[in-house]
Protein backbone atom coordinates (compact mmCIF):
# COMPACT_ATOMS: atom_id res chain seq x y z
CA UNK A 1 0.00 0.00 0.00
CA UNK A 2 1.15 3.29 -1.27
CA UNK A 3 1.95 5.42 2.55
CA UNK A 4 -0.14 8.38 3.04
CA UNK A 5 2.81 10.65 4.69
CA UNK A 6 6.17 11.72 2.43
CA UNK A 7 9.01 13.83 3.62
CA UNK A 8 8.83 17.09 1.43
CA UNK A 9 11.34 20.15 1.36
CA UNK A 10 10.09 23.63 0.50
CA UNK A 11 13.42 24.17 -1.36
CA UNK A 12 16.06 26.58 0.07
CA UNK A 13 13.24 29.02 1.61
CA UNK A 14 13.93 27.52 5.27
CA UNK A 15 15.56 24.47 4.84
CA UNK A 16 13.25 22.70 7.02
CA UNK A 17 11.61 19.83 6.54
CA UNK A 18 7.39 18.94 5.78
CA UNK A 19 5.70 16.12 6.03
CA UNK A 20 2.75 16.49 3.01
CA UNK A 21 -0.72 14.22 3.28
CA UNK A 22 -1.08 12.45 0.12
CA UNK A 23 -5.26 12.43 0.68
CA UNK A 24 -5.40 16.20 1.55
CA UNK A 25 -2.66 17.72 0.48
CA UNK A 26 -1.80 19.52 3.35
CA UNK A 27 1.53 19.95 4.91
CA UNK A 28 2.94 19.88 8.74
CA UNK A 29 6.07 20.90 9.26
CA UNK A 30 8.13 18.74 11.03
CA UNK A 31 10.62 20.91 13.09
CA UNK A 32 13.62 19.82 11.65
CA UNK A 33 15.94 20.36 8.79
CA UNK A 34 18.14 17.32 9.36
CA UNK A 35 16.50 14.54 6.35
CA UNK A 36 17.14 11.42 8.65
CA UNK A 37 15.25 12.45 11.51
CA UNK A 38 12.47 13.80 9.20
CA UNK A 39 12.13 10.50 7.54
CA UNK A 40 11.91 8.43 10.84
CA UNK A 41 9.03 11.03 11.90
CA UNK A 42 7.61 10.06 8.80
CA UNK A 43 7.73 6.75 8.61
CA UNK A 44 6.81 6.49 12.42
CA UNK A 45 3.77 8.67 11.02
CA UNK A 46 2.88 6.16 8.58
CA UNK A 47 3.02 3.20 10.89
CA UNK A 48 1.00 4.64 13.26
CA UNK A 49 -1.87 4.27 10.64
CA UNK A 50 -0.76 0.80 10.11
CA UNK A 51 -0.81 -0.91 13.44
CA UNK A 52 -2.96 1.83 15.86
CA UNK A 53 -3.02 -1.07 18.28
CA UNK A 54 0.33 -2.21 18.25
CA UNK A 55 1.17 1.51 18.28
CA UNK A 56 -0.85 1.81 21.48
CA UNK A 57 1.27 -0.99 23.12
CA UNK A 58 4.42 0.28 22.18
CA UNK A 59 3.85 3.88 23.48
CA UNK A 60 2.50 2.65 26.45
CA UNK A 61 5.89 0.72 26.82
CA UNK A 62 7.93 3.87 26.42
CA UNK A 63 6.02 5.90 29.07
CA UNK A 64 6.17 3.02 31.72
CA UNK A 65 10.28 3.21 31.11
CA UNK A 66 10.74 6.85 33.00
CA UNK A 67 7.48 6.34 35.20
CA UNK A 68 6.38 2.87 35.87
CA UNK A 69 2.95 4.09 37.07
CA UNK A 70 1.92 6.57 34.17
CA UNK A 71 0.17 3.79 32.25
CA UNK A 72 -1.77 2.43 34.93
CA UNK A 73 -2.84 5.93 36.54
CA UNK A 74 -6.52 5.92 36.65
CA UNK A 75 -8.69 9.04 37.14
CA UNK A 76 -10.02 7.61 40.60
CA UNK A 77 -5.98 6.85 41.65
CA UNK A 78 -6.28 11.00 41.14
CA UNK A 79 -8.84 12.05 43.47
CA UNK A 80 -7.66 9.42 46.74
CA UNK A 81 -3.85 11.38 45.82
CA UNK A 82 -5.09 14.48 46.24
CA UNK A 83 -7.04 13.86 49.75
CA UNK A 84 -3.60 13.03 50.87
CA UNK A 85 -2.71 17.10 51.13
CA UNK A 86 -6.27 17.93 52.34
CA UNK A 87 -7.52 18.40 56.30
CA UNK A 88 -10.29 19.55 58.52
CA UNK A 89 -13.28 20.91 56.08
CA UNK A 90 -11.35 21.16 53.05
CA UNK A 91 -10.75 17.05 53.03
CA UNK A 92 -14.73 17.22 54.46
CA UNK A 93 -15.64 18.65 51.32
CA UNK A 94 -13.51 16.79 48.68
CA UNK A 95 -14.15 13.49 50.11
CA UNK A 96 -18.15 14.72 49.02
CA UNK A 97 -17.25 15.65 45.77
CA UNK A 98 -15.90 12.21 44.80
CA UNK A 99 -19.02 10.32 45.86
CA UNK A 100 -20.04 11.99 43.11
CA UNK A 101 -22.49 9.53 40.87
CA UNK A 102 -20.76 11.31 38.00
CA UNK A 103 -17.37 10.67 38.56
CA UNK A 104 -17.89 6.87 38.31
CA UNK A 105 -17.97 7.17 34.13
CA UNK A 106 -14.72 8.08 34.86
CA UNK A 107 -13.10 6.48 38.23
CA UNK A 108 -11.50 2.98 36.63
CA UNK A 109 -10.33 4.99 32.92
CA UNK A 110 -6.84 5.66 32.69
CA UNK A 111 -5.41 8.94 32.10
CA UNK A 112 -3.69 8.32 29.35
CA UNK A 113 -6.69 6.97 27.59
CA UNK A 114 -9.11 9.74 28.81
CA UNK A 115 -10.24 11.80 25.37
CA UNK A 116 -11.62 15.54 25.96
CA UNK A 117 -15.72 14.03 24.87
CA UNK A 118 -15.15 11.52 28.29
CA UNK A 119 -14.71 14.94 30.67
CA UNK A 120 -17.73 16.89 28.89
CA UNK A 121 -19.89 13.20 29.52
CA UNK A 122 -19.15 13.73 33.15
CA UNK A 123 -19.54 17.39 33.03
CA UNK A 124 -22.57 16.73 31.40
CA UNK A 125 -24.06 14.05 33.68
CA UNK A 126 -23.58 16.24 36.90
CA UNK A 127 -23.95 19.73 38.42
CA UNK A 128 -22.36 22.63 38.94
CA UNK A 129 -20.01 21.03 41.96
CA UNK A 130 -19.19 18.04 39.42
CA UNK A 131 -17.87 20.96 37.09
CA UNK A 132 -15.63 22.78 39.70
CA UNK A 133 -13.73 19.76 40.90
CA UNK A 134 -13.18 18.23 38.03
CA UNK A 135 -11.22 20.87 36.99
CA UNK A 136 -9.23 20.69 39.85
CA UNK A 137 -8.82 16.98 39.23
CA UNK A 138 -7.45 17.46 35.96
CA UNK A 139 -4.99 20.26 37.31
CA UNK A 140 -3.86 18.38 40.15
CA UNK A 141 -3.13 15.40 37.50
CA UNK A 142 -1.29 17.88 34.90
CA UNK A 143 0.71 20.17 37.26
CA UNK A 144 1.93 16.05 38.89
CA UNK A 145 3.11 16.00 34.82
CA UNK A 146 0.87 12.25 35.03
CA UNK A 147 -0.91 14.03 31.52
CA UNK A 148 1.32 15.57 29.15
CA UNK A 149 -1.33 18.14 28.75
CA UNK A 150 -4.59 19.39 29.85
CA UNK A 151 -7.19 17.10 27.84
CA UNK A 152 -9.97 19.43 28.20
CA UNK A 153 -9.37 23.08 27.33
CA UNK A 154 -10.52 25.69 29.98
CA UNK A 155 -12.88 26.99 27.92
CA UNK A 156 -14.29 23.97 26.62
CA UNK A 157 -15.34 23.54 30.33
CA UNK A 158 -19.26 24.56 30.70
CA UNK A 159 -19.26 28.17 32.35
CA UNK A 160 -19.34 27.80 35.99
CA UNK A 161 -23.08 29.20 37.37
CA UNK A 162 -24.15 29.38 41.03
CA UNK A 163 -27.20 29.17 42.47
CA UNK A 164 -28.21 33.02 43.34
CA UNK A 165 -28.28 32.94 47.62
CA UNK A 166 -30.08 35.29 49.32
CA UNK A 167 -30.31 36.40 52.63
CA UNK A 168 -32.73 35.45 55.46
CA UNK A 169 -35.82 37.47 56.16
CA UNK A 170 -36.35 38.96 59.96
CA UNK A 171 -40.38 36.81 59.20
CA UNK A 172 -38.77 33.60 58.60
CA UNK A 173 -36.19 34.25 61.74
CA UNK A 174 -39.16 34.58 64.05
CA UNK A 175 -41.11 31.61 62.42
CA UNK A 176 -37.76 29.59 62.79
CA UNK A 177 -37.13 30.98 66.06
CA UNK A 178 -41.17 30.46 67.27
CA UNK A 179 -40.93 26.61 66.38
CA UNK A 180 -37.12 25.33 68.39
CA UNK A 181 -37.76 24.10 71.67
CA UNK A 182 -33.93 23.25 71.90
CA UNK A 183 -32.52 25.70 73.79
CA UNK A 184 -28.97 25.24 72.25
CA UNK A 185 -30.27 25.58 69.21
CA UNK A 186 -32.41 28.68 69.63
CA UNK A 187 -29.52 30.72 70.63
CA UNK A 188 -27.47 29.43 67.79
CA UNK A 189 -29.83 30.67 65.64
CA UNK A 190 -30.39 34.01 66.88
CA UNK A 191 -26.37 34.20 67.37
CA UNK A 192 -26.15 33.51 63.37
CA UNK A 193 -28.62 36.66 63.03
CA UNK A 194 -27.06 39.20 65.56
CA UNK A 195 -23.64 38.44 63.91
CA UNK A 196 -23.44 36.58 60.58
CA UNK A 197 -20.62 34.56 60.90
CA UNK A 198 -20.55 31.25 59.56
CA UNK A 199 -21.90 28.10 60.99
CA UNK A 200 -18.97 26.72 61.88
CA UNK A 201 -17.18 29.39 63.57
CA UNK A 202 -20.67 30.26 66.29
CA UNK A 203 -20.72 26.50 66.58
CA UNK A 204 -17.06 26.65 67.79
CA UNK A 205 -16.89 29.93 70.01
CA UNK A 206 -15.46 29.40 73.01
CA UNK A 207 -16.15 31.63 76.45
CA UNK A 208 -12.30 32.71 76.16
CA UNK A 209 -13.67 34.61 72.63
CA UNK A 210 -15.91 36.43 75.00
CA UNK A 211 -15.27 40.21 76.44
CA UNK A 212 -17.59 40.45 79.06
CA UNK A 213 -16.76 43.78 80.72
CA UNK A 214 -16.69 45.20 76.75
CA UNK A 215 -19.70 43.32 76.08
CA UNK A 216 -18.09 41.87 72.71
CA UNK A 217 -16.45 39.22 70.93
CA UNK A 218 -13.60 38.45 68.52
CA UNK A 219 -12.71 34.95 67.12
CA UNK A 220 -9.85 33.26 64.27
CA UNK A 221 -11.58 31.94 61.23
CA UNK A 222 -11.59 28.46 60.55
CA UNK A 223 -11.57 28.86 56.97
CA UNK A 224 -9.06 31.69 56.98
CA UNK A 225 -7.57 32.24 59.81
CA UNK A 226 -8.95 35.69 59.97
CA UNK A 227 -9.60 37.69 62.82
CA UNK A 228 -13.37 38.66 62.85
CA UNK A 229 -15.67 40.41 65.78
CA UNK A 230 -17.80 42.87 66.73
CA UNK A 231 -19.68 44.68 69.82
CA UNK A 232 -22.92 42.62 70.88
CA UNK A 233 -26.03 44.61 71.34
CA UNK A 234 -29.01 43.55 74.16
CA UNK A 235 -30.51 40.91 72.12
CA UNK A 236 -27.13 39.01 71.00
CA UNK A 237 -25.77 39.41 74.73
CA UNK A 238 -29.21 37.84 75.99
CA UNK A 239 -28.42 34.75 74.16
CA UNK A 240 -24.69 34.42 75.33
CA UNK A 241 -25.93 35.01 78.95
CA UNK A 242 -27.96 32.13 78.46
CA UNK A 243 -25.32 29.98 77.61
CA UNK A 244 -22.14 27.80 79.93
CA UNK A 245 -20.24 30.73 81.37
CA UNK A 246 -17.25 28.42 80.75
CA UNK A 247 -16.29 26.50 77.90
CA UNK A 248 -18.18 25.63 74.76
CA UNK A 249 -21.26 28.26 74.18
CA UNK A 250 -22.76 25.54 72.06
CA UNK A 251 -20.92 22.14 73.32
CA UNK A 252 -23.36 19.79 71.83
CA UNK A 253 -23.51 22.12 68.54
CA UNK A 254 -19.67 22.05 68.03
CA UNK A 255 -19.50 18.07 68.16
CA UNK A 256 -22.35 18.05 64.91
CA UNK A 257 -20.72 17.75 61.37
CA UNK A 258 -20.92 20.68 59.29
CA UNK A 259 -23.22 18.95 56.77
CA UNK A 260 -25.40 17.63 59.57
CA UNK A 261 -25.96 20.96 60.88
CA UNK A 262 -27.52 22.26 57.47
CA UNK A 263 -29.72 19.19 57.18
CA UNK A 264 -30.92 19.88 60.52
CA UNK A 265 -31.44 23.46 59.71
CA UNK A 266 -32.56 22.64 56.33
CA UNK A 267 -35.49 20.20 57.71
CA UNK A 268 -37.00 22.98 59.85
CA UNK A 269 -37.05 25.16 57.09
CA UNK A 270 -38.76 22.34 54.98
CA UNK A 271 -41.27 22.00 57.57
CA UNK A 272 -42.32 25.56 58.12
CA UNK A 273 -42.48 26.32 54.10
CA UNK A 274 -39.41 28.28 53.73
CA UNK A 275 -37.81 27.83 51.00
CA UNK A 276 -34.19 28.49 49.31
CA UNK A 277 -32.69 29.41 52.86
CA UNK A 278 -29.92 27.32 54.85
CA UNK A 279 -27.54 28.28 57.66
CA UNK A 280 -25.02 30.41 54.74
CA UNK A 281 -28.00 32.75 54.35
CA UNK A 282 -27.46 34.14 57.95
CA UNK A 283 -24.08 35.67 56.19
CA UNK A 284 -25.84 37.19 53.45
CA UNK A 285 -29.17 38.21 55.52
CA UNK A 286 -26.58 40.36 57.84
CA UNK A 287 -24.92 42.07 55.16
CA UNK A 288 -28.20 42.68 53.45
CA UNK A 289 -28.81 44.11 56.58
CA UNK A 290 -25.61 46.06 57.27
CA UNK A 291 -25.90 47.52 53.47
CA UNK A 292 -29.43 48.71 54.11
CA UNK A 293 -29.10 50.30 57.29
CA UNK A 294 -25.46 52.20 55.97
CA UNK A 295 -23.45 50.13 58.26
CA UNK A 296 -19.64 51.07 56.66
CA UNK A 297 -17.97 48.36 54.61
CA UNK A 298 -15.14 48.32 56.48
CA UNK A 299 -16.77 48.22 59.82
CA UNK A 300 -18.24 44.84 58.01
CA UNK A 301 -15.58 43.57 56.24
CA UNK A 302 -14.22 43.37 59.62
CA UNK A 303 -16.91 41.82 61.66
CA UNK A 304 -17.33 38.91 58.94
CA UNK A 305 -13.52 38.50 58.45
CA UNK A 306 -14.22 38.26 55.31
CA UNK A 307 -11.56 40.57 53.04
CA UNK A 308 -8.65 39.53 51.93
CA UNK A 309 -6.56 42.39 53.17
CA UNK A 310 -6.40 41.24 56.74
CA UNK A 311 -6.25 43.85 59.68
CA UNK A 312 -3.54 42.39 61.55
CA UNK A 313 -2.60 45.60 62.97
CA UNK A 314 -5.29 45.60 64.93
CA UNK A 315 -5.00 43.49 68.38
CA UNK A 316 -7.44 40.80 69.46
CA UNK A 317 -9.25 43.53 71.93
CA UNK A 318 -9.68 46.31 69.16
CA UNK A 319 -11.19 43.36 66.83
CA UNK A 320 -14.39 43.04 69.42
CA UNK A 321 -14.58 47.42 69.61
CA UNK A 322 -16.80 47.07 66.76
CA UNK A 323 -20.25 48.61 67.38
CA UNK A 324 -22.98 46.02 66.92
CA UNK A 325 -25.05 45.75 63.89
CA UNK A 326 -28.10 45.60 66.71
CA UNK A 327 -27.26 48.69 68.37
CA UNK A 328 -25.82 50.89 64.76
CA UNK A 329 -29.50 49.80 63.32
CA UNK A 330 -30.96 51.06 66.43
CA UNK A 331 -29.12 54.34 66.91
CA UNK A 332 -30.17 54.56 62.79
CA UNK A 333 -33.66 54.52 63.42
CA UNK A 334 -34.01 57.11 66.64
CA UNK A 335 -32.26 59.57 64.19
CA UNK A 336 -28.49 59.36 66.19
CA UNK A 337 -25.11 58.57 64.71
CA UNK A 338 -22.31 56.43 66.22
CA UNK A 339 -18.87 58.24 66.04
CA UNK A 340 -15.65 56.30 66.64
CA UNK A 341 -13.18 57.74 68.05
CA UNK A 342 -9.09 56.40 67.72
CA UNK A 343 -7.08 56.77 70.66
CA UNK A 344 -3.66 55.56 70.23
CA UNK A 345 -4.65 54.05 67.56
CA UNK A 346 -7.38 52.10 68.49
CA UNK A 347 -10.74 51.96 67.63
CA UNK A 348 -12.80 52.70 70.93
CA UNK A 349 -16.44 53.01 70.53
CA UNK A 350 -17.56 56.83 71.49
CA UNK A 351 -21.05 57.69 73.17
CA UNK A 352 -24.39 57.89 71.04
CA UNK A 353 -24.38 61.90 69.77
CA UNK A 354 -27.24 63.65 67.71
CA UNK A 355 -26.24 64.87 65.07
Known sequence: ????????????????????????????????????????????????????????????????????????????????????????????????????????????????????????????????????????????????????????????????????????TWAEQCLILGRERNPERRDYYELLWHTGGSQTDIAMLDNEDIDRENKCFSYERCKNSQLAGMGLGPDAWAAIERRPKTGPLFPYLRTVRECDRSTEFKQRCAGLGIKEVWLHCYRYGWAERAAAAGYPERYATRALGQSKAVHRAYAKKAQGQLPSLEVYEAAKKSGQMLVIKHESEVPVMADVMVP
Not at 22 to 31: C, I, K
Request: net charge positive; aromatic share 10%; with cysteine.
Open 1 to 168: MKPRFRVTQRGDRDGMYYSKDALTGERESLETKDRGEADRLVFHKNEALKTTAINHRIGMNYLSASDPLYATRTWGFVMQDILKDKHGSTLDRYQRAIKDPAYDLIVDKLLVETLPCHLLEVVRAGGTATNVYLRRFQNYAFEMEWLPKRILAKKLFPKIEHKEARGI
